[in-house]
């Protein structure tokens, strides 16, 4: 909807009403049509102004559209019927104007936006481009450069950046409204003729071929499959080569690719996940809606090595007093140090002062005595761990929440050495803690709904992506990685090389293939964790027997790699070679092909060729059958969930939604047909059966992710 009303005698104001952030709705576009109608036959009215009710002006599209049929008026039209008004139309832009908030914006004859206004084309990242006249206008105004920084990456730009930029005409810090209809009141009656943008030239730019060549290259890489920043290179080139009109139509045919190539519907999927995960719920029927979370004024960090440091860093930035416990003096004067200056640099990079004073030290777990939240990341040992939590029991002021960082240890069974299991969670962050947007939080058996609430809603303050599982052996996404991490192993056995493994991984879209991550994260962190499942067992590796382990397949060629002193990155040496200990150039190593060599023939396994379609497939539906095992279990409470961890920790391309949505992408038939096909050729890998669910999905014609929710329901209720 759209109000109409007549101000200071001439102006006529139109006000969108679409809480909460007046999307372009089609009742919203109809109002628009409707009132700038009226206001443009009026001949009291001298020009008008478009503002959003409740201080937004707009957010854009309404996303809830997409993908429905279109009805009522089209964007393009209503908003070139604005630009071509024979009455100044100045928008007076509050909160934000996005996407097509900003090409509505963007065909006003005048913008004035309110200092804390945040103005951005940010379609991209939905897969899409700004394809109302956005893409042509806004090079036409700022010029080029300027114009494929925002488009390409959708970032949001501040009222001043955008005054600087000449988006917009004038910032103030009073009444925008007001302002505009002042503002509106002096042109009326002025002529329009420099004030439309589809009529101006693209500013002028040298070497435009060379400008264009040199964005592309560098969209693409950082793209990594992502079609939708190409496209609106793509765009912004029409609009510095083409008249308008040219461009527009050459918009409209980028924006079809795009809307069918199937990314948009990935991106948007995420979009819509990463909400869905808010809205969480328990096996026990404990959920978001009905579980009230404490607050949290002041928190504790237990253990301040790579996690905890980041862990208190993301803390302090999200308000909140902290008290770090190190039991060993020099780690925590490390931990000080480091603390102090990732704090720097983040105050720095944000334009705030640090908060250093919100930090107190100490290497006494006395201290904590009356935070209301612990979070525990001491070393991954059950033994330590329970003997910290009964010492937080004791100390710490009835009610305390206490969170462990385990990455994989039974939560359960911490909660039941403590007096208080109800209040017990598990809170799992990815390193580096204060970068990575990933939080798992753990419920265990006997979590209660007020801890789990809490510790989401910590998370979400914390600007961290939070989905609540259940406990289990790695949670959800480390549970999954194992098996990728052990099928990417078993093709080297197999005759690939870590080049041709991370190539096809990298090519798929993963920032970093599975055995750059390795190298990255340290051979000797997963060896440890092999080692704590029993697995790694002395004088095992290069035996007959090496290859099973178990009862099921085996590779050791980690072990192996780790007994050489080969731990990756900090040793120069892993599975590539790096010039000097921190280098990350990963170069390819003679020595590891002739080693793989040499495996081979000591275990009498002949080397075949191996494709990258195959290690997509044995990679990537491994895990995949993984995450319908976590559904069925209930770890998860839908795919979702899964998704937005894979996303958010773990690398995977957004434009692919993740995982299970990757499943519902390929066709679940043809997931569960390979699956049957790899199982067959690998009868020692059992998790390469079709899990129980995958099936039920096929044979019930397999329907759209977001209905999975009725099969699992039937599944469970059978059990
Ligand atoms: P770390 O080895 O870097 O640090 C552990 C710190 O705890 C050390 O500084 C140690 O002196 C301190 N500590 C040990 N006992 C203590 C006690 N009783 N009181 C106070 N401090 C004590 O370990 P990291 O990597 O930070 O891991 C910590 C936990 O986080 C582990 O459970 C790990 O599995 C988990 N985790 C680790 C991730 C990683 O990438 N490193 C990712 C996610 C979770």
Known sequence: MAQYTRVSGFVGLITLQNPPVNALSAPVRQGIVDTVQRALSDPEVKSVVICGQNGIFCGGADIKEFGTDMFGPPLIPMIHAIEAANKPVVAAIEGIALGGGLELALGCHYRIAHSKARLGLPEVTLGL?????????????????????LITTGRHVTAAEALQLGIVDQVTDHNTVDAAVK????????????????????????????????????????ARGAIAPVACVQAVRAAAT?????????????????????QARALQYCFFAQRAVGRWKMPNGARWDTSKPRPVHKAAVI?????????????????????AVE?????????????????ERGAKRRGVAPVLDRISYSQDIQAVADVDLVIEAVFEDMALKTKVFRQLSAVCKPGTLLCTNTSALDVDQLASETPNPELVVGMHFFAPAHVMKLLEVVYGSRSSP??????????????????????????????????????????????????LVDGALEEFGFPM???????????????????????????????????????????????????Q???????????????????????????????????????????????HQEVLERCLYAMINEGFHILEDGIAAGPEDIDVIYVFGFGWPRHRGGPMFYADMVGLAKVMEKLEHYHQAHPDVPYLQPSNLLRKLVASGSPPIHTWGEVIKKLHSQL
């Open 129 to 149: 481009l700004p394809a109302a006249g956005g893409s042509q206008r806004l090079p036409r105004l700022i010029g080029v450069p300027a114009a494929l920084n």
């Open 183 to 222: 503002f509106a009141l002096r042109v009326g009656g002025q002529s329009l003729d420099a004030r439309r943008i589809s009529t101006y030239p693209c500013p002028q730019q040298p070497d435009l071929d060379a400008l264009f060549e040199d964005v592309m290259q560098k969209v693409r890489q950082s």
């Open 242 to 262: 083409l008249p308008y009109t040219q461009g527009m139509e050459r918009e409209k045919e980028l924006m079809a690719t795009l809307f069918t190539s199937g």
């Open 303 to 323: 253990g301040l090595g790579t996690m905890g440091r980041g862990i208190t860093v993301a803390l302090a930035q999200t308000g909140l007093s902290v008290i």
């Open 327 to 343: 039991s060993q003096e020099k780690q925590l004067m490390e931990a000080k140090q480091a603390v102090s200056g990732m704090l």
């Open 450 to 499: 007020e801890a789990v609430a809490t510790a989401m809603q910590l998370g979400k303050k914390m600007g961290k992506a939070s989905v609540a599982v259940g406990n289990c052996r790695g949670f959800v996404g480390n549970r999954m990685l194992k098996l990728y991490l052990e099928q990417a192993s078993f093709l080297l056995e197999e005759g690939a090389t870590p080049e």
């Open 513 to 563: 293939g599975v055995f750059r991550m390795s190298d990255l994260s340290g051979l000797d962190v997963g060896w440890r964790i092999r080692k704590g499942e029993g697995l790694v067992e002395p004088g095992m590796a290069s035996g007959q027997s090496a290859r099973i382990r178990q009862g099921r397949r085996y590779s050791p060629l980690g072990d192996l790699l780790y007994e």
């Open 565 to 611: 002193g080969r731990f990756g990155l900090k040793t120069s040496r892993g599975w590539y070679q790096y010039d000097k200990p921190g280098s990350r150039v990963a170069r390819s190593d003679p020595w590891v092909h002739s080693f793989l060599e040499e495996y081979r023939a000591r275990h009498g396994l002949v080397a075949r060729n191996i494709d």
